[in-house]
């Protein structure tokens, strides 16, 4: 249910005056604005973080219910909110801050695409360390969904690589922590609080990230495999090897990819390293294979985690339960993703979970159709709900920010 004291949809396009006044950008939402069909009242498009602080202070004033949105690459993902009174669209944020190249980081604004973020920070010879699986995708979108790829098995995720980060909280206030700090929030680590908190804790406009130099050559190793067994050997091979990957990911129907970088020479060597590790069916290449980077195709998407040794199981219960064509990625710290297009989603989904419980992990649907959504348990079970519901009634007492869109209805 909407937050109690939201106004309905007329009393908040009575604040579109209110809000006009603050950001030069302000008009009334669009039906296809709907974030899962929960249309907007009004979108406002901050170009400052003075005028993004003002646009979340009006919002209190109205107490509008509030969902951010950035490049709209997984806007679908998460659960429908109760309430949109007010998109904030951040794209007009979208500079490059500062780039320390000497110390190896960065500091950008919200909606800059991690494109560009990427074509201005290779300039200097650096990189952001972050796939981008979906083009288009922003910084804000990234960070909010925790999203990340291949090259997690080595740099991390964004919750590794945000140093420090600048928000707007529920109230308008301005708070920042981590790297270049001004103003830190009751010790809080903003940077990890906020990854993955799809909006719902208050509104990211810059982040601070720690940067890797550009290699300066690379070298993919892939091998087809046949069945879990052998998928299972080849990356615990890899994983239990000197040779260093940046990436390692599964791909269906059944190919082990490697993924090295570095110096010139180093990378050659620890190529063939990696196929004397793989056998004599691998293969060394300049191009990622088909899929490297991308999320399986299907209407549907489970997001996995569990310990890497968790393949086995994941990809046995798969093929007894979806057949053996099911769409997968699997990166080699234990992350992965599951497309479907057809089939009992709910029964597949009992049968991985139950599958990734005897590893401790988990699977989280972040999208599928309305009538699938509604029919199943979206989130699965959430051990820390309760730190999580404290910590969203500290930053955003009103429940007004993405309200439902996150677990347990936060």
Same mark, same amino acid.
């Given at each position: &249910? ?18 006009? +006044? ?33 646009? &979340? ?43 320390? @190249? ?9 909606? &800059? ?62 708070? +920042?922590?981590?790297? +270049?700090?001004? +103003? ?72 082990? @990819? ?29 191009? @990622? ?98 730190? &999580? ?22």
């Amino acid at each position: &249910m909407r937050p109690p004291d939201a106004p309905d949809a007329h009393g908040a396009l009575g604040a579109l005056g209110a809000l006009a +006044k603050v950001c030069g950008d302000v008009r009334p939402g669009e039906p296809e604005e709907g974030v899962l069909g929960v249309e907007p009242a009004v979108v406002a498009a901050p170009a400052t973080v003075g005028e993004a602080a003002a646009v &979340m202070r009006v919002a209190a004033e109205h107490a509008l219910t509030v969902v951010p949105r950035g490049g709209e690459t997984r806007l679908d993902w998460g659960t429908p909110p109760r309430g949109c009174d007010l998109i904030v669209d951040t794209r007009r944020l979208d500079r490059l801050v500062e780039h320390a @190249a000497g110390d190896l980081v960065a500091t950008a604004q919200a909606g &800059m695409p991690l494109e560009r973020l990427g074509e201005e920070l290779a300039g200097n010879g650096q990189r952001l360390a972050l796939d981008v699986p979906i083009p288009g995708s922003t910084i804000g979108g990234t960070i909010a969904t925790g999203a990340a790829g291949p090259l997690r098995t080595l740099y991390g995720t964004p919750r590794n690589l945000v140093i420090g980060l600048t928000i707007v909280r529920a109230d308008g206030q301005v708070a +920042k922590s981590g790297g +270049k700090v001004v +103003k830190n929030v009751a010790g809080y680590d903003l940077g990890r609080l906020f990854c993955g908190s799809y909006g719902t804790l208050g509104l990211i406009v810059e982040a601070t990230f720690r940067l890797h130099p550009v290699p300066a050559a690379h070298a993919y190793v892939t091998r087809p495999v046949d069945g879990p067994e052998e998928a299972h050997e080849a990356i615990q091979a890899v994983l239990h090897s000197p040779v260093v990957p940046s990436g390692i990911e599964y791909l269906s129907p059944g190919t082990v @990819a490697v993924l090295l970088d570095g110096g010139p020479d180093e990378v050659g060597a620890r190529a063939e390293q990696t196929v004397g590790l793989l056998g004599d069916t691998a293969q060394i290449s300049e191009g @990622a294979p088909d899929g490297w980077g991308r999320y399986p195709g299907g209407t549907v998407l489970f997001d996995v985690a569990a310990p890497p040794p968790a393949l086995r199981d994941l990809l046995t219960a798969l093929r007894e339960s979806a057949g053996p064509g099911t769409s997968v990625t699997w990166s080699g710290d234990g992350h992965g993703y599951v497309g479907l297009s057809s089939g009992d989603v709910a029964g597949i989904l009992a049968d991985v979970r139950a599958a990734l419980a005897r590893h401790k992990g988990s699977a989280v649907v972040r999208y599928a159709p309305q009538d699938v959504r509604g029919a199943v348990d979206v989130w699965g079970p959430v051990p820390a709900l309760s730190l &999580m519901r404290g910590v969203k009634d500290q930053f955003d007492p009103g429940h007004r920010l993405s309200p439902g869109r996150f677990a347990g209805g936060i």
